[in-house]
């Protein structure tokens, strides 16, 4: 269908009998000429009205002033007090209304495993929330640290690994304090049961803040944990292979720590 039927389609469909475009159309069909002759409008002849019609004004002014006067709203001034006590029953209905509940923090998450190299105890986030294999790129840069440290490079894993958070039903608290109370608790008694560490490393964010109460921030340094004793703050080993520009911080820190449990195993 071309332009022109398809326009005349639509005119019929809205029941345009006739029409003038204002300029001209593509493809259009040529206008007709009686369409297009002006028509000068006719004057307007107004009829006088009726004689019985004619009524004098005096009579009808009273009439509306009587009107309007009876549709005007009423103001009423308050007395003096009287607004405090219709403000009262506002105020009192704003209060009892319910204040919106905060949202919940939701509970961090995170993997750690306790492992030990010869008299020094480590908590490393495990990337990927899984044990360490063999052939893994995190766990083979670990055996690395370990040799650098001169520490045994085949750690042992001491319990099973601690996931956050907890699968446990009921409303047992999640939130972060809970979390660091947990690990806490979790690494003193591991560390009891085996022989004392001179030092407790400490790899990964999550290690670092649910078990040393400390942020990123304490990347390479030494820390006093109150329940723990002395620990060493590392990055991941994530960051470590992501961004390797760290080692050489790391392997300048380990220069000063290392004393600690190299002088305890003499």
């Not at 495990?126 to 995190?138: C, H, M």
Request: charged share 25%; net charge negative; hydrophobic share 45%.
């Amino acid at each position: 269908m071309n332009t022109e039927l398809r326009r005349r389609a639509y005119l019929d469909a809205m029941q345009v009998a006739s029409w003038l475009p204002r300029v001209e159309l593509p493809f259009a069909a040529p206008s007709r000429p009686e369409l297009l002759v002006a028509f000068e409008p006719e004057p307007e002849v107004v009829a006088p009205p009726p004689a019985h019609a004619k009524q004098p004004v005096q009579a009808v002014a009273p009439v509306v002033s009587e009107v309007v006067a009876r549709e005007r709203p009423r103001i009423e001034v308050p007395k003096p007090g009287t607004a405090s006590k219709a403000s009262e029953p506002a105020a009192e209905e704003a209060s009892a209304a319910p204040t919106p509940r905060e949202r919940p923090t939701p509970p961090p998450r995170f993997a750690l495993q306790l492992l030990r190299a010869g008299n020094c105890a480590l908590l490393v986030e495990l990337p990927t929330g899984e044990p360490f294999q063999s052939r893994d790129p995190a766990y083979l840069l670990l055996k690395d640290l370990l040799r650098a440290a001169g520490l045994p490079d085949a750690p042992q894993i001491i319990g099973e690994p601690v996931r956050w958070p907890l699968l446990v039903r009921g409303n047992m608290d999640q939130g972060p304090q809970a979390a660091l109370d947990f690990v806490q608790s979790f690494i003193g008694a591991r560390l009891e049961e085996q022989e004392p560490c001179a030092c407790l490393w400490l790899i990964g964010l999550p290690a670092i803040r649910f078990a040393g109460d400390a942020d990123a921030e304490a990347y390479n340094r030494e820390l006093q944990v109150e329940a723990l004793g002395f620990a060493w703050a590392l990055p991941g080993l994530e960051l470590l292979m992501d961004e390797p520009q760290r080692k050489r911080e790391l392997w300048h820190a380990m220069q000063h720590v290392r004393r600690r449990w190299l002088e305890a195993s003499a």
